[in-house]
């Protein structure tokens, strides 16, 4: 059992390792080609490149649907797996053989979703931002519960942005001069966009004498700031918080709702790391059924394309799933993980009718 169990294994893993190159590297060339124009064929290249470990997660489950097919569906064309009926080894004790791989593949997609990504995606921005925007100035940091964002002469650190009412809730101004050197510091707990300016209310403001250079505070009550970031600017935020290691993002949800944010959008992409990576499971699970049925009538081209059709389905299903958790229509874990429940539901299904 033992060398049979390594021969299917090795099988296994190299069809899985095929799909993964080539579906990657097939999105990879797509997205390459086209993307907008305004960037340069380098541009694109590098952009893309750093997409790659995120590309590779969502490849995942499609891959191991193709590797199993592949695999189970090689071993009956070639009377292999008849011959494992025969000495009394079934499609049970072969899933056992596969089920681990996919496992680790799960955790594995899960530790890059978690440590690897978000090195890629702030390496990403960085070359964004400074060498397609030609932007050197600016610097986005998001962390827990602090964000820093800079350009030009200003530095900004806000404790909590709220995208749906365009409100800061704790804001720091940090105003420089052409020698980087600090002129003026504003503290304020809330500020609101309003009429092309931003609206400060209960703070102090903290000017820096330009000879002596002893600070001279003053509190206000309300105050009025005009800066050329606007709230479309700090939106950029949203986008940032997929940089957060999922730790770092548990405590930025706590300190949003702390402030009182609707943060649903990010406790969907929180529960939404773990549900993605163990979709592969999923389609492991449907994937044996179409694999082994009517193997002997030469159907296996017919059965992956219906595999294929179902994990379409079950693409379109997750992402109205998340789309109905970011507006508040369903929980933000419910959303996440409703799809793998009723897809893993039909999977147990077909894999009972098989009586495996």
């Known amino acids: 059992m033992q060398i049979l169990a390594r021969y299917i294994a090795i099988a296994f893993f190299k069809n899985l390792i095929l799909a993964l190159l080539g579906l990657t590297g097939l999105f990879f060339f797509q997205t390459i080609i086209t993307q907008a124009n305004d960037f340069t064929l380098s541009q694109r290249i590098i952009i893309n490149l750093y997409d790659i470990p995120s590309i590779m997660v969502m490849i995942a489950p499609p891959s191991v649907l193709l590797a199993t097919v592949l695999t189970l569906s090689g071993l009956s064309k070639t009377n292999e797996l008849i011959a494992c009926y025969s000495i009394g080894i079934g499609i049970r004790q072969i899933m056992g053989v596969l089920f681990p791989m ?10 890059i ?4 990504l978000p090195a890629f995606s702030e390496k990403k921005s960085v070359f964004y931002w400074k060498e397609i925007k030609k932007r050197q100035d600016f610097f ?11 350009s030009n002469k200003y530095i900004y650190h ?15 101004v940090y105003v420089f001069d052409e020698l980087f050197d600090l002129k003026e510091q504003i503290q304020a707990e809330e500020a609101r966009y309003v009429d092309g300016a931003w609206e400060l209310k209960n703070g102090e403001n903290t000017r820096f004498d330009p000879e002596s250079g002893f600070p ?34 548990i405590h930025f949800i706590k ?10 959008n990010f406790e969907v992409k929180l529960h939404s790391r773990f ?19 009517r193997a002997r009538e030469g159907r296996t081209g017919r059965d992956l394309a219906i595999a294929f059709g179902i994990t379409f389905f079950y693409w379109l299903s997750y992402s109205i799933s998340i789309s109905l958790g970011q507006n508040g229509t369903v ?14 539901f039909l999977a147990l299904v077909l894999l009972r009718r098989m009586k495996v």
Request: aromatic share 12%.
């Open 102 to 111: 996919v496992f680790v593949l799960c955790c594995f997609s899960l530790i």
């Open 113 to 116: 979703q978690d440590r690897i």
């Open 140 to 150: 986005l940091d998001v962390r827990q519960e602090k964000i820093w964002y800079r």
């Open 158 to 172: 806000l404790r909590n942005f709220d995208p749906k009412t365009e409100r800061i809730i704790g804001i720091g």
């Open 216 to 249: 001279v505070t003053e509190t206000f009550k309300t105050r009025t700031l005009k800066i050329k970031e606007a709230p479309k600017d700090f939106k950029m935020i949203e986008r940032e918080v997929d940089r957060l290691r999922i730790k770092d993002l």
């Open 255 to 264: 300190s949003n709702k702390e402030s009182g944010i609707d943060s649903r």
């Open 275 to 293: 549900s993605l990576a163990f979709i592969p499971i999923i389609m492991f699970l449907l994937a044996v059924p179409f694999a082994i049925s």
């Open 331 to 344: 929980m933000p874990a419910l959303a996440a993980w409703l799809p793998t429940f009723i897809f893993g």
